[in-house]
């Protein structure tokens, strides 16, 4: 199971370095992914998970980051690190948040479920900090959230 949550998170994080699109792909049609639409449920769920990531990011809040991200593949490009397990995604977020960082969601796509059972997700935060160069930063991110349990499987996220 391991094994499998970081093949899904290197092709995540491989998918999100492309410094261009193929030709290939921009003349491909339309394929099916395997992605059913979201129901209402599933995007309540996907939403309020996010914003307990959130809150719970910029609150400093250990004990509710380490249940949101227990079970989950992490990566933040800004970190310098490629794949960090849950105790040391917690561990990164805390220092992070106790130096001043905070978080805004810009947006949340919720995709549904994909061929995991999982929700798929793409979001984009702003982020501040006192020790950013700008006074934010613009990050991307995505990944993978079980509802209704209200966790992250795999979350991937940019400088």
């Known amino acids: 199971m391991r094994a499998l949550r970081y093949v899904l998170l290197a092709s995540l994080v ?11 792909i921009a003349t491909a049609s339309p394929v099916e992914t395997g992605v059913n639409p979201v129901s209402a449920q599933d995007n309540a769920c996907a939403r309020k998970t996010v ?7 910029n609150r400093a809040d250990e004990p509710e980051l ?6 989950s593949a992490f990566n933040w490009a800004a970190s310098g690190r490629t794949t960090t397990t849950p105790g040391d995604a917690v561990t990164l977020l805390m220092t992070r ?4 960082e905070r978080w ?18 793409g979001l984009q935060l702003r982020r501040s900090a006192p020790d950013l160069a700008a006074p ?4 991307a991110g995505k990944g ?16």
Not at 51 to 57: Q, V
Not at 97 to 100: D, H, K, L
Not at 104 to 121: A, K, T, Y
């Open 136 to 139: 934010y930063v613009e990050s």
């Open 97 to 100: 948040s106790r130096q001043g």
């Open 104 to 121: 805004v969601l810009r947006s949340l796509d919720v995709n549904g479920r994909g061929w995991h059972g999982g929700i798929d997700f």
């Open 66 to 71: 380490g249940d949101l991200l227990r079970s």
């Open 14 to 24: 491989l998918g999100c370095t492309a410094d261009r699109a193929s030709p290939a």
């Open 51 to 57: 914003d307990r990531l959130i809150a719970a990011m």
């Open 144 to 159: 993978v959230l079980d509802c209704p349990e209200q966790r992250f499987r795999i979350l991937g996220l940019g400088g």
